[in-house]
Structure formats: structure tokens, C-alpha cells
């Protein structure tokens, strides 16, 4: 028997008893909370949980997993359980992979999916944010050209989409968890505007318009929502009476789900590619909003419509019908979802390469008793 | 029912009296939450007598009870007369040419329940014109970032140098007046400042519910403020504001001789 053969053959006898390694690889946002790593890091909790070794992958040994003089770590944005799971290093040669395991690339990093073409292991693309998904990659140049057909993706219009460019991906739909403390705030929430903006100058300008426009409404209190540790921001939210939400490239838009999970109104921007929370292109290619939060396409139009939501909270009238698709919106993307997703999907891509795995071993076995049956008979 | 008394205060016949009165007896009949109780509060005025009898008080007669004052009938007298009669643990007021806002009574109880450890709840006062023009808001600036120590409440300090806050609507806890007294009739023009001076002097929690409870008609002909605005100049005036930092510290209506 060859040596390709035993390995493989040791190969699925790991990925038959869970004995195999799956490596996020992520970046060190250097103790800045940022939504995709938080997501990241909550599959690698899961798959912990469920029993596989799961780990986060980063390039440099000096990976921030706790707050010193420069500001926060993981453990403190994100939480102490979360620094504890399984760390590895590429700098400190701890990415060791064969047959059996498996490297999750998050979407922006073409360059590691080019580095990476000649490992033996399974590689996938986490797609996240898909604006970013042709970054390192030259003109006509695909994930498949290096070796990687799976990817998995928060959203079917993510999916849609990446299957659109990338013919013949084959594509996992994975939605975020939100974590079970967004709540609802159990006392009246605040004259608090929370602010969620990918570009921070959107934030300045709508407040100085919005106090410029609207100074009987100069009490109101604007709150960058970024840089907060998860739990904090949470409990921030909750206190608001209304969240603004600007992303124009976002793949999916945790901050709006957040702040109907915790009863906040949001106000928000529609982005580029309609998150399906949001709403539906229906046959005629128009695009149907849900009642779940107020969506404008007008940026400019933003200030006006916050200073309507004030004077709607002043009078307690913010209307049923958008509290009741909030709250319709609000029962999904539960951690539990995450979990069971998080097991189906996962499960689904390590039998895939079982699969895989038996096929190429079949075929092996096939060329190697071939070559040997020919052997026989030149002797 | 609330567990909230509407005192409404009248002690004399004015032009327009019985317009002012309508509006002001509807906006208690639209509240999402009915009072227990709406107490009138009048002088013994025949006039004002005749015109409480013939008043149509709509559904509010379920609940409505007048109560004649015989002794003082000044603004804070008929206040601290509708007090008195009370029954519930929270009261507020209304004055007879305002309107409360239709969810006033609903937002205090809904932060009586949450914050019951607060004596006094203010609303944002949406200021009008006779004619019902806006003017301004009062009260909404302790929502304001860094302007009290603590977002919503409003503490000795920031009345120490903010004296503008109107407590027309407030609902408030009988026991506090029970504890630290009334509305000061020696008091003039100040009488507001010094009450919240007061409360805030003795550890009460004063919070601002940030919702619109009360609409007040400011200016307007015949009112008790346009009277001191017409009759106090502005070294009176001064003499009330500076009157009110001395008196806040004792809980009795002490006389007060006015000096220059």
C-alpha cells in the first residue's frame, strides 16, 4: 500500500471520530469590536461546543486577547470565554494541517487563498462582507483558479451574488446570531440616538445637520455606537430610543437586527445589496421594504426622519405597525438558530469531504491495483 | 384606572374661562388612562360657583368632584387645598387654561412603576401662545449630555444656576409634601423654583419623564405670570429668585417681607 493511500486512509479514519483541526483564520483588529471577527469567533465557540478542536488562526504571536495601554482585547469586547477558546498561530508554526482538517478564509484575504493552493487540507471562504471578496485577486482571477469551490455566506442575496460572479461555487448560507443579551430594555428607553456608520464622517454631518435643522431637539443625545465592548453596546442600545444605521456596502447588517432585538426603531440607509431582513426584489425586479424599521435611500433625507421619530417618541406614537415587524424580525437570528446552523452546515461540509476523501481514495486504490495487475502481467 | 388624582385649580371668572376650562377638562377626558379622580378646586366666587354647576363635564362626570376652598385661593392655596383632599399617593395639576398631553397620565404610571424611589416627575412642557403657536420647550434640557449629574434628574446644583424649569403637570408623590410641605404662598413669582430647590435640598428624586405631558399657554392675558410680568420690575423679580435660595432649606411657609 502507497503512502498517499495510508494517509488518506488515516485522513478519514479522523474525520470519523472528529480528530481533526478547523482553523478561522482572522485578523487582529487590535482590540477594535468588529462585527465579522465577533461573528467568527461565535462559530469557533459552537463548533467547540459541539465537540470538533475549532480555532482562531491569526498571523502574529502578539494577537491582542486582552486590554493593555493601547486599549481592549478580545477578552474584553467580546468576553472572557471568548479568549479562551483555542488560539493558534502561523507565526509560531502552529498551523500543522493535512488531509482531514480544514482553513476557513475570511473573503478579503485572496492572497492567503493563493498562498495556501498547495495544503493538503479542505479551504473555504467565509464570506462576510462581499464587497470585499475581489480584494488580492487579479483581472479574471477566481477562488476556484486556486483550488477553493465552498464558501459560506450569511445571506441567500449574498449567495445569489457570489454565485453570479463565481460560477460553480458551491455555497453554504450561514446567518448570524445575535447574542441572547440584546434584549428588551425593561425600563422607558432614553432620548439616545445610537449611531452605527461604516464612514464616521456620515455620523458628524447628519448630527450637525440634524442640530442645525432641528435646535428645539438640541437635548437629544447622538452616541457613536463603535469601539464598545459587545455587552456594553448591548445595554447602550437598549437605552435608545432610536438607531441610525449607515453602511452602503454591507453584506448583511447586524446593527439593525440589534436594535430590534432590543426594541430600538431604526432608521437606516438601504445599502447596495438589499439585506433580505429588509426586504425582497419581487418579479417586476422592484424592491418590496418591510415594515421593520424606516429605510430611505436618501441619505440627505436622514436628519428629517430622525427628527420625526423624536417628535413621534416625545408623543409616544411610534407606530404599531413598525414595532410589530421589529418584532417579527427580532424572533430570528437567535443563538440557538446560530448553533443549530452552525452544526448543520459545519456537519454537511466535513461529510462532503468524506466524500471527497473516499472517492479519491477509491480512485487511488483503483490506479494502484491497475498499476500493480499491469506489473503482474509484464512480468 | 390611575392611581394619579388631576387637581385643577380655579379661583376666578375670566374672559374665555369656560373655552380655557373645556379644553383643559377634555384633555383630562382623552387620557389613555382614566384619573381616579379630578378635583376642581375653586373660590367661593358665584360666578365661578354657577358656572361649575352648569359646566358640561362630559365624561369626566364619572369622577369629577369640585371642591370649594374657603381660605387661601391664591395659585399655590387652591394647590395645596387640592392636595389635602387627595386620596391616591400621586397627584398632579393642571391649570385651568392648559391641556395635558393624551398620554401623560399613562407615562406616569409607567414610570411611577420603574422609578417609584422618585418624588417628583416633570414632563416636557410644550410652550404655546395664546393662539397655540409653539414657542419653545421647558424642562427637556436635563436630557441633555453632561447638563445634570446624572442624564434625566434634575439636582440642587443645576438648579443653582438654571432656574428655568416649570412644574405644570408634575405628578408627584403626596408622601414628599407630606414630608418637606406644600407650595409656599408667602412665595411669589418663585414659588416653582423654590419647591424644586426644596425637593432636591432634601435627597427627593426629581426626574424628567422625556415625553411631552403638558401643553402650557404662556402669555396669556389674565394669567398669574403675565400679572407678575406686568407688576414686578426686574430688582423684584431678583428679589424673588434670591428669596427662593434662602427659603428652600425650611419646609414652613415662612413670612417674607418684600425689601429693596
Known amino acids: 500500500m502507497s503512502e498517499q493511500v495510508e494517509n488518506l486512509k488515516t485522513a478519514l479514519s479522523k474525520i470519523k471520530s472528529k480528530d481533526f483541526g478547523i482553523y478561522f483564520y482572522t ?28 480555532y482562531v488562526l491569526h498571523q502574529q504571536n502578539d494577537y491582542k486577547l486582552y486590554e493593555d495601554e493601547n486599549g481592549m482585547g478580545i477578552a474584553n469586547w467580546l468576553g472572557e470565554e471568548y479568549a479562551n477558546l483555542p488560539h493558534a498561530s502561523i507565526e509560531a508554526q502552529q498551523l500543522q494541517v493535512g488531509p482531514s482538517d480544514f482553513l476557513i478564509i475570511p473573503e478579503a484575504f485572496g492572497g ?73 430594555n425593561e425600563k422607558p428607553k432614553k432620548p439616545i440616538v445610537a449611531i452605527s456608520a461604516r464612514d464616521k464622517r456620515e455620523i458628524l454631518k447628519l448630527v450637525k445637520v440634524f442640530y442645525q435643522k432641528y435646535p428645539h431637539y438640541k437635548f437629544i443625545t447622538f452616541r457613536d455606537m463603535s469601539g464598545m465592548a459587545r455587552e456594553t453596546f448591548a445595554t447602550e442600545l437598549r437605552d435608545s430610543f432610536l438607531g441610525v444605521w449607515v453602511d452602503d456596502l454591507a453584506g448583511f447588517g447586524t446593527f439593525p437586527i440589534e436594535c430590534m432585538k432590543t426594541n430600538t426603531p431604526v432608521v437606516g440607509k438601504i ?29 440627505n433625507a436622514l436628519p428629517d426622519i430622525v427628527a420625526t421619530m423624536v417628535g413621534l417618541y416625545l408623543e409616544g406614537g411610534i407606530p404599531q405597525n413598525l414595532t410589530n415587524g421589529m418584532e417579527e424580525t427580532a424572533t430570528k437570528y437567535t443563538t440557538e438558530e446560530l448553533r443549530n446552523n452552525v452544526e448543520t452546515t459545519y456537519t454537511n461540509i466535513v461529510n462532503q469531504r468524506q466524500v471527497e476523501l473516499e472517492t479519491l481514495l477509491t480512485r487511488l486504490e483503483e490506479t494502484e491495483s491497475t498499476k500493480t495487475e499491469t506489473e503482474v502481467t509484464n512480468n | 384606572m390611575s392611581k394619579i388624582t388631576v387637581i385643577l385649580p380655579i379661583h376666578t371668572v375670566q374672559n374665555n374661562t369656560e373655552a380655557y376650562l373645556k379644553r383643559a377638562v377634555d384633555s383630562v377626558a382623552n387620557q389613555k388612562t382614566t384619573p381616579k379622580e379630578l378635583l376642581i378646586v375653586h373660590s367661593n366666587e358665584t360666578e365661578l360657583k354657577e358656572l361649575l354647576t352648569s359646566f358640561d363635564w362630559g365624561t369626566t362626570k364619572d369622577y369629577v368632584r369640585l371642591v370649594e376652598n374657603t381660605g387661601d385661593t391664591s395659585f399655590q392655596g387652591q394647590i395645596n387645598k387640592g392636595v389635602e383632599e387627595t386620596t391616591t399617593e400621586y397627584f398632579t395639576f393642571l391649570e385651568c387654561d392648559d391641556e395635558l398631553s393624551t398620554i401623560w397620565l399613562e407615562s406616569g ?3 411611577i412603576s420603574h422609578y417609584p424611589e422618585v418624588g417628583v416627575f416633570l414632563p416636557i412642557v410644550f410652550e404655546t401662545n395664546p393662539e397655540g403657536q409653539f414657542i419653545s420647550f421647558t424642562n427637556e434640557a436635563v436630557w441633555a449630555k453632561d447638563f445634570s449629574e446624572e442624564m434625566g434628574y434634575i439636582d440642587n446644583n443645576v438648579l443653582q444656576n438654571f432656574a428655568n424649569f416649570n412644574f405644570d403637570g408634575m405628578i408627584v408623590k403626596k408622601e414628599v409634601i407630606d414630608n418637606f410641605g406644600g407650595l409656599k404662598t408667602n412665595m411669589k413669582l418663585t414659588f416653582t423654583y423654590e419647591f424644586l430647590l426644596r425637593m432636591t435640598y432634601n435627597s427627593v428624586p426629581v426626574k424628567v419623564i422625556p415625553k411631552l405631558g403638558y401643553k402650557h399657554t404662556n402669555t396669556r392675558e389674565g394669567s398669574l405670570f403675565m400679572e407678575y410680568k406686568e407688576t414686578m420690575d426686574p430688582i423684584q423679580s431678583r428679589f424673588w429668585q434670591n428669596q427662593a435660595k434662602k427659603e428652600y432649606f425650611w419646609s414652613e411657609d415662612r413670612e417674607i417681607t418684600y425689601e429693596q
Open chain 2, 109 to 111: 404610571e409607567e414610570y
Open chain 1, 27 to 54: 485578523i487582529d483588529t487590535k482590540g477594535n469590536p468588529v462585527a465579522s471577527v465577533a461573528n467568527i469567533y461565535e462559530h469557533v465557540k459552537v463548533l467547540n461546543e459541539l465537540g470538533y478542536r475549532a
Open chain 1, 271 to 299: 445599502p447596495r445589496m438589499v439585506p433580505e431582513w429588509m426586504g425582497y426584489t419581487d418579479e417586476n425586479g422592484n424592491t418590496q421594504l418591510n415594515e421593520n424599521g424606516v429605510w430611505t435611500s436618501n441619505l
Open chain 1, 112 to 184: 492567503l487563498i493563493k498562498e495556501t493552493q498547495n495544503f493538503p487540507c479542505k479551504r473555504i471562504v467565509l464570506l462576510q462582507a462581499y464587497e470585499y471578496m475581489l480584494e488580492d485577486l487579479g483581472l479574471g482571477e477566481s477562488w476556484q483558479q486556486f483550488g477553493v469551490n465552498d464558501v459560506i455566506t450569511t445571506s441567500n442575496t449574498q449567495k445569489d451574488y457570489v454565485e453570479s460572479v463565481f460560477r460553480g461555487t458551491n455555497t453554504h448560507v450561514l446567518p448570524v446570531g445575535i447574542p441572547d443579551y440584546f434584549t428588551k
